[in-house]
């Protein structure tokens, strides 16, 4: 009886975990009115947030160290500065906890995969998104390259319409957001911005996106935590080498000579 009954233990707790997992996805459309409800169809949005994400991370990885070493400040007017970026502080408010774990920075809610906190984030915190103006960065895709480190198969033919179409996109960012008539700095980013990005939009030869490298930007906290793990690493090898050294040494005995054990001087 025990036999036949545990065989069915492991398929009833995957059916039980695959349930719960379905009902996470699931939940946020089975409850009440949610605040996108509410607000209705006046200013509904559509702006992908993947591709969104897709463009911040080239952003982050291919521009902005190279902006930062120039010690240049990026206007609002460009449409690469985040606030011109309609999820950024939806995005900033993911917290992840584990692997499989997320938590919602505003309400603390944990979900397994980022898909249910995107489908969180569009549920339960949609008035939360600035929608007063068009701030899509998604809509920039086309010149940043967005479909190469999406890892998106590009297996059709290059179309020169489409290419010519980014380019001038291209060339449009790095005027706006790089005038060459704000100093040497600014001339020199915009230089950076044709050769990193633009160039590739052609049909001609084999140009490829990035051809300036990247280069991360540094984490204040991850370089205090660096420096700190250092020097205490650098006190503890101390202390031991001193501990070591005390330990081989060892204690110093003095042993006392007798008097009957003393030789007599020749007189």
Avoid at 195 to 213: E, M, Y
Wanted: glycine fraction near 4%; include cysteine.
């Amino acid at each position: 009886m025990v036999r036949g009954s545990s065989k069915w233990v492991a398929p009833f707790f995957l059916c039980l975990l695959l349930s719960l997992h379905k009902i996470q996805g699931q939940e946020e459309s089975t409850t009440s009115r949610t605040p996108k409800q509410e607000l209705g169809d006046a200013v509904e949005v559509h702006c992908s947030r993947e591709r969104s994400r897709a463009a911040w991370k080239i952003i982050e990885e291919y521009l902005m160290p190279f902006v930062d070493k120039e010690r240049y400040q990026l206007s609002r007017r460009c449409r690469l500065h985040p606030d011109n970026d309609l999820y950024r502080d939806q995005e900033q408010h993911k917290i992840r906890l584990d692997i499989n774990e997320w938590q919602c920075g505003y309400c603390k809610k944990s979900f397994y995969e980022e898909k249910y906190l995107d489908k969180h984030f569009d549920n339960r915190h949609y008035n939360l998104l600035n929608v007063s103006h068009s701030r899509c960065l998604a809509d920039v895709c086309g010149a940043l390259h967005c479909d190469h480190v999406m890892d998106i198969s590009l297996k059709t033919k290059c179309n020169p319409a489409a290419a010519a179409r980014n380019h001038l996109l291209c060339e449009s960012l790095a005027d706006s957001c790089f005038p060459v008539n704000e100093g040497p700095s600014a001339s020199r980013l915009h230089e950076f911005f044709l050769r990193q990005f633009c160039d590739a939009h052609t049909c001609k030869g084999n140009q490829k996106p990035f051809s300036r490298g990247r280069k991360k930007r540094m984490n204040i906290f991850y370089l205090i935590v660096s420096i700190l793990t250092i020097l205490l690493l650098l006190l503890f090898y101390t202390y031991m080498y001193l501990y070591q050294r005390g330990i081989k040494r060892g204690p110093q005995k003095l042993i006392r000579v007798s008097q009957s054990g003393r030789k007599k001087k020749p007189s």
